[in-house]
T-cell receptor
């Protein structure tokens, strides 16, 4: 039930954009996105509850394609503070969240 | 301030010892969860609870047990610790409606 994320790792220079993808083999009820910095707990970024939904705040946004059972996280004009590991979490009707394999994002000056 | 607390933050313990990892939240959430995470790896659900006296095992088989006698408290117990239990244990609550999960700071457990 674990979703698959791509890419596994990405290095960006400040100001560059990135896209992180999350795919599931099961029909999804919702998709969560979290960021975890080294040695810290995951922090909730946003949740998408229905197909076609798009959300965002600051320069981080996400979309949810229900039919394709996938979601994408978009980071625009990246900042140093964006560095960390990004996890998607998917709910496939069981009301429990299964986390993806993670994408390690490093932003360099 | 509403939050979720885990203690201890770090624990080094000998093989065969019994340990309890504490988790408490002040947000009044019914749903609580325990995840296991090895360094740099994904999070695996080991236990969850939807309310008082409700506990279930997650997708990752674990020799630990949990209890939920009070809404705010969700401790995890290992009856006999082994080196294979060495990992980080993260407690979380929430997940109702449009809200995400709030995670505790985690307990980094080392069994020697």
């Amino acid at each position: 039930q674990q979703p698959v994320q791509s890419p596994q790792a990405v290095i960006l220079r400040e100001g560059e954009d990135a896209v992180i993808n999350c795919s599931s083999s099961k029909a999804l009820y919702s998709v969560h996105w979290y960021r975890q910095k080294h040695g810290e707990a995951p922090v909730f970024l946003m949740i998408l509850l229905k197909g076609g939904e798009q959300k965002g705040h600051d320069k981080i946004s996400a979309s949810f394609n229900e039919k394709k059972q996938q979601s994408s996280l978009y980071l625009t004009a990246s900042q140093l503070s964006y560095s960390g590991t990004y996890f998607c979490g998917t709910e496939a009707g069981a009301n429990n969240l299964f986390f993806g394999t993670g994408t390690r994002l490093t932003v360099i000056p | 301030e509403a939050d979720i607390y885990q203690t201890p933050r770090y624990l080094v313990i000998g093989t065969g010892k019994k340990i309890t990892l504490e988790c408490s939240q002040t947000m009044g959430h019914d749903k609580m969860y325990w995840y296991q995470q090895d360094p740099g790896m994904e999070l695996h659900l080991i236990h969850y609870s939807y309310g008082v006296n409700s506990t279930e095992k997650g997708d990752l088989s674990s020799e630990s047990t949990v209890s939920r006698i009070r809404t705010e408290h969700f401790p995890l117990t290992l009856e006999s610790a082994r080196p294979s239990h060495t990992s980080q244990y993260l407690c979380a609550s929430g997940g109702q409606g449009a809200s995400g999960y709030t995670f505790g700071s985690g307990t980094r457990l080392t069994v020697v």
